[in-house]
């Protein structure tokens, strides 16, 4: 791994870092506050902080030069397959007896090697600019 992916990869943990903010924030409200089963509201959570994630990661992780119509698109499809592991996982490891935070946070991390390795091959891939501490923002 070049310099360039290794500070592609610590921003795109830094965007993640705040879309799993969200979506924990989400998750616990929802699970405490509202009384939804911890499965549905992490997927809640996955599907609004994606919004986030995707601008993000669009802007300051690989500062793509790609028009939004055809990223998005692939943004989505990999986000929802993301999803789509994210509650098979946290509906198994739930079911398995686990509290439901560990099991979002072993959930978590997979999704973030799916993602991170999708992203950059084929939503942002090819597109992105230089790493060079600029934005497009």
């Known amino acids: ?6 500070r592609r990869f ?3 943990g830094v ?3 705040v879309a799993t903010g969200i979506q ?3 998750l616990i409200a929802l699970v405490h506050g509202a009384g939804y089963g911890p499965t549905l509201a992490s997927a809640i959570g996955f599907a609004v902080s994606a919004v986030a994630n995707y601008l993000l990661n669009y802007y300051f992780t690989f500062r793509s030069q790609r028009r939004h119509g055809p ?3 692939k943004f ?3 986000a929802g397959t993301g999803l789509i592991i994210n ?8 079911w398995a007896g686990w509290y439901y935070i560990v099991a979002q946070v072993c959930a978590t991390g997979v999704v973030l090697l799916w993602n991170f390795l999708g992203n950059s091959v084929w939503t942002f891939g ?3 600019g230089p790493v060079d501490g600029h934005t497009r923002l």
């Not at 509650?87 to 739930?94: E, G, R």
């Open 76 to 78: 989505a499809v990999l």
């Open 24 to 26: 924990y924030v989400i």
């Open 10 to 12: 610590v921003r795109f």
């Open 1 to 6: 791994m070049g310099d360039g992916a290794i």
């Open 71 to 73: 990223a998005a698109a």
């Open 15 to 17: 965007v993640g870092g």
């Open 87 to 94: 509650s098979v996982l946290m509906q198994v490891l739930v």
């Open 126 to 128: 090819g597109g992105a």
